[in-house]
């Protein structure tokens, strides 16, 4: 099974948009697929569906039901804040056992052909009260796919996660920039800008539509 983590270069920039057009991708390929997101946070039971976790099991073809969204982000807290601060409202304290754990369990399961494994936030965004994004990321040591937005000032946040991967080691597997929402820089203009400063990298731009190159992504992972 090969396992990628998909990790934000900052908070909101499209990490389910990319890992559920992945995933949509990965299947129409033929191959399995699994997704896990540890923790979530902003989480409302009320609308399931509207949550990380429904989106993503939406691109499975799989309902919102109460077992499904357990499976796939068993950590899930009300309060729209960073994990162990909204996990503190609900007398919760968070440890990196408790999110890395269950992941590596999955990675043992080996029950698809690929593993998408979503983070949280950006890289170094608290996991725990003394652990960050890229600690977990180190511990699975899994291929990253890096995903920025196209905000202005996402070329710098990009780049600085990038730098901050090489200094840890990681592998990139590929950056996806995913189009921000508007007011924001040309996106085309943006990608474009990005590549630059990435030569030789693979670089995928993710619109804010399903007909992206995210069958392109797939067959490069699956190639990996």
Not at 38 to 43: E, H, L
Not at 55 to 78: K, M, T, V
Not at 99 to 105: L, M, N, Q, S
Request: glycine share 10%; aromatic share 4%; with cysteine.
């Amino acid at each position: 099974m090969k396992t990628f983590f998909i990790a934000g270069a900052g908070t909101d920039v499209g990490k389910t948009h990319v890992t559920a057009a992945l995933a949509r991708a990965l299947l129409r390929s033929g191959r399995s697929v699994r997704v896990f997101k540890p923790v979530a946070s902003g989480y409302d039971p009320a609308h399931p569906e509207e949550s990380d976790a429904g989106r993503l099991l939406d691109a499975l073809g799989l309902p919102p039901s109460p077992w499904n969204i357990e499976a796939i982000c068993p950590l899930r807290f009300a309060a729209p804040l960073s994990p162990p601060a909204a996990a503190r409202r609900e007398g919760v304290s968070l440890s990196l056992e408790m999110i890395a754990g269950p992941c590596e369990a999955r990675i043992r399961a080996a029950e698809a052909d690929v593993l998408l494994i979503e983070g949280v936030g950006g890289l170094m965004s608290p996991l725990t009260d003394s652990a960050t994004g890229l600690d977990l990321m180190a511990r699975l040591a899994a291929p990253t796919v890096l995903v920025g937005g196209s905000y202005l000032g996402a070329i710098s946040h990009l780049l600085t996660a990038v730098e901050v991967l090489g200094s840890r080691r990681l592998d990139l597997a590929a950056t996806v920039v995913s189009e921000s929402q508007p007011p924001a820089p040309d996106f085309r203009e943006t990608v474009a800008d990005i590549g630059r400063f990435l030569p030789g990298q693979p670089l995928f731009a993710a619109d804010r539509v399903e007909d992206w190159r995210a069958d392109d992504l797939a067959g490069r992972l699956i190639g990996l």
